[in-house]
């Protein structure tokens, strides 16, 4: 059974740095492109940041593109989201996401596996 647990989430102010973890079981977990989306209150899921399999290559949401770093660790089974400057627009569930894919993909609809989610909330 695969499972994804996010952690990390909380409350803090604006400019403030957060870090967000992804443990995952029940895969392979460098086998796997691992993606962070987040959902905002009345607006659809949206892509944040991906990491191929061996980490050599990321992509960024233009949203949050300087700001946030995503890593991972094969060894863990875990993958990173340092946010940097945060903004109150930054506020969202945070949700880890696998495919089993060597190449990074944007879409919800390419991600197989899906984590609960971990809020993050940017005060002003």
């Known amino acids: 059974q695969v499972q994804l647990i996010e952690s990390g989430g909380g409350l803090v102010q604006a400019g403030d740095s957060l870090s967000l973890s992804c443990a995952a079981s029940?895969?392979?977990?460098?086998?796997?492109?691992m993606a962070w989306f987040r959902q905002a209150p009345g607006k659809e899921r949206e892509f944040v940041a991906a990491?191929?399999?061996?980490?050599?290559?990321?992509a960024y949401a233009d949203s949050v593109k300087g700001r946030f770093i995503i890593s991972r660790d094969n060894a863990k089974n875990t993958v990173y989201l340092q946010m940097n400057s945060l903004k109150p627009e930054d506020t969202a569930v945070y949700y880890c996401?696998?495919?089993?894919?060597?190449?990074?993909?944007?879409?919800?609809?390419?991600?197989?596996?899906w984590g609960q989610g971990t809020q993050v909330t940017v005060s002003s």
């Open positions: 029940g895969l392979t977990f460098s086998t796997y492109v």
């Open positions: 996401a696998a495919e089993w894919t060597s190449v990074v993909r944007r879409s919800i609809s390419a991600y197989d596996y």
């Open positions: 990491i191929i399999r061996g980490g050599a290559t990321t």
